[in-house]
């Protein structure tokens, strides 16, 4: 039997328009323009807090910072910092708790790949409030009398990290010329408890007395110190730190 389109177009669909279909969206290299939408709590700025650097983890949701639970991390951290060393502090740097911001948005050029989500630093967060709060522009995610931003993203000549500058377009416009997709648009909601990995407490301490004991493969080998290369399954984190800061 030959594939029905029909129910491909709608798979399609609402894979683009049902809650974890967002995509993630990253500024590419250039020039931008993006519509942030409205979200039905009426805050389309979400916060959240992550760990990194630990082993091979690529990142995760802090349980202390989003959930107020056990933190095994945040507590080897923060002992970390008491320490006052150089290498301690560098250490607590790199494990501390990060804080990102994202938000739900309409790509232009790309409206038919539905909502995405925009990640995005402090800097560029506090941005946005201005513009948010800026009475000139009154609410930019209005569907029908917002404005679209346009995001330029680049390193400048010289510069190690690039640069996000955002400028709001003189002209209010409609979220989309299309009433359908308009109401599509809008009714999608982002699961954000479900978009992020979350560690229980028990996970944490787990990971990071593997990541200690240097038991997370050669990529986090070099991230724990020598001193901890003999250390065993049964130390707490607390005989690691001693260990660690000697």
């Given at each position: 039997?030959?594939?029905?389109?029909?129910?491909?177009?709608?798979?399609?669909s609402a894979?683009?328009?049902?809650?974890?279909?967002?995509?993630?969206?990253?500024p590419?290299?250039?020039?931008?323009?993006?519509?942030?939408?409205?979200?039905?709590?009426?805050?389309?700025?979400?916060?959240?807090?992550?760990?990194?650097?630990?082993g091979?983890?690529?990142?995760?949701?802090?349980?202390?910072?989003?959930?107020?639970?056990e933190?095994a991390?945040?507590q080897?951290?923060?002992?970390?910092?008491?320490?006052?060393?150089?290498?301690?502090?560098?250490?607590?740097?790199k494990?501390?708790?990060?804080?990102?911001?994202?938000?739900?948005?309409?790509?232009?050029?790309?409206?038919?790949?539905?909502?995405?989500?925009?990640?995005?630093s402090?800097?560029?967060?506090?941005?946005l409030?201005?513009?948010?709060?800026?009475?000139d522009?009154?609410?930019?995610?209005?569907?029908?009398?917002?404005?679209?931003?346009?995001?330029?993203?680049?390193?400048?000549?010289?510069?190690?990290?690039?640069?996000?500058?955002?400028?709001?377009?003189?002209?209010?416009s409609?979220?989309c010329d299309?009433k359908?997709?308009t109401?599509e648009?809008?009714?999608?909601?982002?699961?954000?408890?479900?978009?992020?990995?979350?560690?229980?407490?028990?996970?944490?301490?787990?990971?990071?007395?593997?990541?200690?004991l240097?038991?997370d493969?050669?990529?986090?080998?070099?991230?724990?110190?020598?001193?901890?290369?003999?250390?065993e399954?049964?130390?707490?984190?607390?005989k690691?730190?001693?260990?660690?800061?000697?």
């Open positions: 039997m030959a594939i029905d389109l029909k129910k491909m177009r709608a798979k399609l894979l683009h328009s049902k809650g974890n279909g967002s995509k993630f969206w990253k590419p290299e250039g020039e931008s323009v993006i519509r942030i939408v409205p979200s039905q709590d009426g805050d389309p700025f979400k916060e959240f807090w992550f760990h990194y650097n630990l091979n983890n690529f990142g995760f949701l802090s349980p202390k910072r989003n959930f107020g639970e933190d991390l945040d080897f951290v923060r002992k970390l910092w008491e320490d006052g060393s150089d290498e301690s502090r560098e250490m607590a740097k494990l501390m708790a990060k804080q990102r911001f994202f938000s739900p948005v309409l790509v232009r050029g790309e409206e038919n790949e539905g909502v995405k989500v925009w990640g995005f402090k800097t560029v967060y506090e941005n409030l201005q513009l948010v709060l800026n009475p522009y009154g609410d930019i995610t209005d569907p029908h009398d917002g404005t679209d931003l346009v995001i330029t993203y680049g390193k400048a000549p010289g510069a190690m990290y690039p640069n996000t500058i955002i400028t709001a377009r003189r002209k209010s409609k979220l299309d359908e997709m109401k648009v809008l009714e999608t909601e982002i699961e954000w408890d479900a978009l992020f990995e979350r560690k229980t407490p028990e996970q944490v301490s787990q990971m990071l007395d593997e990541y200690l240097g038991e493969g050669a990529d986090s080998s070099d991230e724990s110190t020598a001193d901890n290369a003999g250390l399954k049964s130390y707490s984190v607390d690691a730190f001693a260990e660690l800061v000697g």
